[in-house]
């Protein structure tokens, strides 16, 4: 590994400005996005692409959520580290891990405070939706703007952009996340409204929200 990829990493790692503060919003927004999407789910409006996926392949198996999206994250990290070394970070280790089992836990969490029989009327259910939906949106935001590094899944198109320079990266990420979504439905994942209006919001927000914190936080380097 050579000096450049080195600094790379400990930048990515160790940032100079708010480490600290980072590290607190980077838990907060990771653990806010299993909470939204486990109420999501609740809703059966569908899930963003990565957590489709997850769940169809964890129906299949048997396996529990959070065993099924760190078994997952580790395969794809393994992967695509050579070649992806300077976007990993702690934000890289904590969503290859804390989403899944968070999103397991509020999974266990809801059965017995929410029962099912909760969501059977479209209300109820667009209710429960609304804000369930910009809280992912903001969570979301939330851990992509401190720039601890990005998970193995988002990982993926980014250096698969760099390779293919004349396709621009927001078409590359549609088409992974698409790709996603069209194996996770053939498992049986189920595909909503959220699955499909996720990607207009994400990008806007974030911009939005990168703006904010750094204005009053100043957590660019």
Sequence with gaps: MNKLKLQKLRETFFPKKNFGLRMLLLLLGITGMGFSMSLLLKVRFGGDP???????????????????????????FLAVLPAGIGYFGFGTLANMFLFGYSLQFFNWAMAGILPESMFRTMPVRVTAFIPAFVLFILSTSLYMVVRLGTSPYDAVPILVARRIKKIPFRLVRMAFDFLMVLIGFLMGGKVGIFTLTMPLFLGPVISLMGNRINARWHLSD
């Design 50 to 76: 990565y957590t489709v996926l997850m769940n169809a392949v964890a129906e299949r198996t048997g396996f529990p959520i959070g065993n099924t999206c760190a078994l997952f994250n580790m395969a794809t």
